[in-house]
């Protein structure tokens, strides 16, 4: 991954929060974001790291699928964000291919996410598929549900 120039790691949870507080969540105080990073505390969190400095976050959490509970193999994507500078250079992409691999890791079927509509066409990209109508949440903005059916042997589809 450093011919890319960046490595995605896999990191505490408190390392992503910063970067979480400055792209995603600048309205929070940093502190509430640190007091519920690590909740549920099974999540796997990542970095994309070049030269030591943090340029994307990514977090995968066992969480059910609004409205199919039921769904004990449903994982979910959160904190995905990536410095503005560093953007459309891969390094989204590589963060969400570490989560869905995580993912297969421990069995999961499905991965969802609360996406953003803007970053939609990311998510796309990135194997996933929208599902329902948009909705708002307070103070972020319209989002959609999207879901990312995961398969033992495939990989994130590449432009
Ligand atoms: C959305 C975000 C994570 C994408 O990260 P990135 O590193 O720029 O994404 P990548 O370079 O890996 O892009 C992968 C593909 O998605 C496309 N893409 C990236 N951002 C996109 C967007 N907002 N809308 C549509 N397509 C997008 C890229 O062009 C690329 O396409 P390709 O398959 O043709 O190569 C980043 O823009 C970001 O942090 N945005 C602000 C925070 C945010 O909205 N996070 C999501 C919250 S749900």
Redesign the pocket.
């Known amino acids: 991954m450093l011919a890319r120039g960046f490595e995605v790691q896999l990191v505490a949870a408190r390392e992503t929060v910063p970067l979480r507080h400055a792209?995603?969540r600048p309205h929070q105080p940093i502190d509430e974001i640190y007091a519920t990073a690590d909740e549920p505390p099974d999540g796997h969190h990542f970095a994309?790291i070049t030269r030591g400095a943090v340029i994307?976050v990514?977090s995968l959490y066992h969480e059910p699928l609004p409205g199919r509970r039921a769904l004990e193999s449903a994982w979910r994507?959160?904190?995905?964000?990536?410095?503005?500078e560093?953007?459309?250079?891969?390094?989204?992409?590589?963060?969400?291919e570490a989560c869905l691999d995580a993912a297969r890791n421990v069995g999961a079927t499905l991965v969802w996410?609360?996406?953003?509509t803007?970053?939609?066409?990311?998510?796309?990209?990135?194997g996933f598929e929208t599902r329902g109508a948009a909705f708002l949440l307070p103070n972020i903005g319209p989002?959609v549900l999207m879901e990312c059916a995961i398969a033992t042997t495939s990989t994130v589809?590449?432009?």
């Open positions: 792209v995603l994309a994307g990514a994507l959160r904190g995905m964000a990536v410095r503005g560093h953007r459309k250079l891969g390094v989204g992409r590589a963060l969400v996410c609360n996406a953003r803007t970053a939609s066409g990311f998510y796309e990209r990135c989002h589809p590449r432009g």
